[in-house]
Every structure is written in structure tokens, then in C-alpha cells.
């Protein structure tokens, strides 16, 4: 008679405890299963991306469809009522500025996204140790103060992430009344 042996396995997607008869498994049945449809469909996917024909189609129906009046309204509506839409023109926009004044970044946009994330998961400005707010141009809205601004810097400057702080507007606003001296330094450390 073979024994079979009952392992107990904590799931490493789900962190729930199962047992299973395998012994080099990581995963629940659930999630096994979920993940081998995951990786069909991206190799699925991969071939559809190769076909030039395909992808010069959807770029096209694209782009009417953005053009059209529904397509309008609906993208407008995402950049003002969701999150994602209000972070995705805020940074857009700051994007241009920066490229305006010829100034370097030295950080891709998932990074400053993952911090702006911890800090809203707090809830709280590390300055003030205000309330935050989801709700544009109001006191409590989380926006990016550049130490040094990006108004006075030479151009070429690099700004790295510990350069961005990340505080309320209000905060941002008291910020600007500080003298060029106070940056000087910074400048000059960077030359
Ligand atoms: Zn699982
Ligand atoms: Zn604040």
C-alpha cells in the first residue's frame, strides 16, 4: 500500500493554508489554475501584438474612437472623477513643465507614483500632520514641492527623487515665500 502524505501548504498569492498531496507546490488550486490561465492569455497576447495588420487596425479605431464625441467625454470624465484619471494630467502636466525648463529627472513615473501612494495611504502631510483630501484645488490636496523650485534652477539640473517632497497645498503655498538664499546652497552643490 503507498501511503500518500498530506502536506500543509500556505498559498504565497493568497497567504491561505490548504493541503495538498504535492510536495513542490506553491500555490492553492485556485490560484494555480488562475495563474496558468494568466500566463496563456499573455502568450496569447504576445502574438496577437506581433501582427502588424492587427495593430495598425486597433491604433486607428483608437484614435477616431478618441476623437468621437462619446470618446470625449468619457476621457474627460476619467481625468476628473477618478484618481487614476486626476494623478495620470497632474503629472502630465508637470511633465511639460519640466521639459519646458530643461530640467533632468532622474526617477520614472511608477516610482513617484509609489511614493505619492504611501504617503496618501497615510493620510496624513508630513509637514503640517494635516488631514488629506482627495478633492482637487482644496487646502488639503496632496501636491510636489521641488527643492529647489523649478522656477529659479539653471538648466540641466537633476532632480532626484529625495528632492521632491511630497506635502499639502497650503504647505506648498508658505513654501514659495522663502528667499532665493535658501536654496544657494543646494545649487551649488549640485555644480
Ligand atoms: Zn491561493
Ligand atoms: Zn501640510
Known amino acids: 500500500m503507498i501511503f500518500m502524505r498530506i502536506h500543509e501548504v500556505r498559498c504565497a498569492r493568497c497567504n491561505r493554508i490548504v493541503n495538498t498531496k504535492a510536495w513542490n507546490t506553491k500555490y492553492c488550486f485556485e490560484c494555480a489554475s488562475f495563474l496558468r490561465k494568466k500566463i496563456r492569455q499573455k502568450k496569447y497576447d504576445s502574438k496577437r501584438y506581433l501582427n502588424l495588420e492587427r495593430r495598425e487596425k486597433v491604433k486607428n479605431y483608437h484614435k477616431r474612437y478618441n476623437h468621437s464625441k462619446n470618446g ?88 532626484t527623487l529625495d528632492r521632491l517632497h511630497l506635502i499639502c497645498t497650503s504647505c506648498n503655498c508658505k513654501d514659495n515665500q522663502y528667499s532665493f538664499e535658501k536654496y544657494k546652497k543646494e545649487l551649488e552643490k549640485n555644480e
Do not use: A
Open 72 to 159: 470625449k467625454n468619457k476621457n474627460n470624465e476619467w481625468r476628473r472623477n477618478t484618481l487614476k484619471g486626476r494623478i495620470n494630467t497632474f503629472l502630465n502636466n508637470l511633465n511639460r513643465y519640466e521639459r519646458r525648463k530643461g530640467v533632468i529627472t532622474n526617477y520614472s513615473r511608477i516610482e513617484l507614483i509609489k511614493k505619492m501612494d504611501r504617503i496618501r495611504l497615510l493620510g496624513i502631510c508630513p509637514q503640517c500632520k494635516c488631514k488629506l483630501s482627495n478633492i482637487p484645488r482644496t487646502p488639503n490636496y496632496l501636491t510636489i514641492n521641488h527643492f529647489p523650485p523649478i522656477g529659479i534652477v539653471p538648466k540641466g539640473f537633476v532632480y
